[in-house]
């Protein structure tokens, strides 16, 4: 994972733009949370890695997975590579990046994520 650190303000408005995602039931493009969230460069390093870590987060609390309302710009309106390689680290799908059996995984975790009611905690953590 990689190491990068934002503030705790970033990280709360990455979690308050997931939350509203999750609330209207829609998904979030890398572009659109980058050009929101005004991340310190490397941006997308940063936001990946922020992704990934509240992916181990949530995996933890065995929770779905809310980066998964995060997706590429492009056709296949799925995640990045890097987004199916993280959560087959952690144990939650297995099988080829790029195919079907991602993109059901990927639509199967989405809908958990709609349906699921997070911690008011891991919501918004508190000062």
């Not at 936001?47 to 992916?55: D, R």
Request: proline share 5%; charged share 20%; with cysteine.
């Amino acid at each position: 994972m990689s190491q990068v650190r934002i503030s705790r303000q970033q990280w709360q408005s990455l979690l308050a733009e997931l939350d509203l995602a999750r609330r209207q039931r829609h998904l979030l493009t890398y572009r659109a949370l980058l050009e929101r969230l005004q991340l310190p460069t490397p941006a997308m390093q940063t936001l990946t890695a922020a992704l990934e870590y509240l992916a181990l987060l949530d995996a933890r609390a065995e929770q779905p997975l809310r980066s998964s309302l995060v997706i590429s710009q492009g056709a296949s309106r799925l995640p990045r590579t890097g987004f199916f390689e993280c959560v087959e680290r952690l144990g939650r799908f297995c099988g080829p990046v790029d195919g079907m059996e991602a993109a059901s995984w990927h639509a199967a975790e989405v809908v958990r994520v709609f349906e699921f009611s997070y911690p008011a905690e891991t919501v918004v953590a508190q000062e």
